[in-house]
């Protein structure tokens, strides 16, 4: 199982990548939690991507290739992977196709989740992150079964610095201007799956298990 989710912020790739670890036993790879993770550590890499994240803004491809590059030659890939958030512009789903044809992989599915962007502003201004482990919950969609507390463990639940009404719409434009061409950049290799993604959490897993052609 290799794929990508490709789809607006919030359109619930995140969501969806934590049920699908589960189910095919490969590791999800999400660049916005890799830069978050950076971030909260400090790092060069993580100061320099949160001052584009604050703003809805991309970081540049070079940089999202370098990490993405070091990630995917771990060891845990090799048995497949889910690529969340990444890639999101032409040259960074180029530099994919050549990073695996080195490493002898391609890729088998691109599922599209569609939502519409009033949607995404309302998942959005509900979601909160968990510091530590990265899951996500909805304050009134996918409720932690303790206020503030995240479910898997114990740690404090938080709202995202670019969860803000006006860095949405940044990044939705965003979306729309780089990254929506890749679904017809993966169409014509035959790759995407669209989804609806209206519905609950599970309705949707169904509905993406059911274009990959699992059970
Ligand atoms: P990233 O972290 O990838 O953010 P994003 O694409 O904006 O997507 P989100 O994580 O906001 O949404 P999601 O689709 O994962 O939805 P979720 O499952 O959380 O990137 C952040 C930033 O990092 C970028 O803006 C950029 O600066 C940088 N970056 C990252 N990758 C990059 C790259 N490749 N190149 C350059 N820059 C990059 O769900 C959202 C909410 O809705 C949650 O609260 C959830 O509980 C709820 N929800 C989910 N499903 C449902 C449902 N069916 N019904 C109701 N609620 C639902
Ligand atoms: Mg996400």
């Known amino acids: 199982m290799r794929m990508i989710l490709l789809g607006p912020p919030g359109s619930g790739k995140g969501t969806q990548a934590q049920k699908l670890i589960e189910k095919f036993q490969v590791p999800q790879v999400s660049t916005g939690d890799l830069f978050r993770s950076a971030a909260k ?81 309302r998942r959005i201004s509900g979601r909160r992150t968990c510091r530590n482990c990265s899951a996500m919950y909805h304050i009134e969609f996918n409720k932690p079964k303790a206020a503030g507390k995240c479910d898997k463990c114990g740690s404090e639940l938080y709202q995202r610095d670019d969860d803000k009404e006006e860095v949405i719409k940044s990044r939705l434009k965003v979306y729309h201007d780089q990254t929506a061409p890749l679904v017809e950049f993966y169409s014509k290799k035959n790759l995407v799956k669209k989804v609806d993604g209206i519905g609950s959490i599970d309705e949707i897993f169904g509905k993406v298990i059911g274009a990959l052609g699992a059970k």
């Open 41 to 121: 550590n400090q790092t060069a890499l993580g100061k320099k991507a949160k001052e584009y994240m604050d703003r809805g803004a991309l970081v540049p491809d070079q940089v999202v290739i370098g990490m993405v590059e070091e990630r995917m030659k771990q060891p845990d890939c090799k048995k497949g992977f889910i690529l969340d958030g990444f890639p999101r512009t032409i040259p960074q789903a180029q530099a994919l196709d050549k990073m695996l044809a080195g490493l002898g992989m391609n890729v088998d599915a691109v599922v599209e989740v569609d939502v519409p962007d009033q949607e995404v502003v």
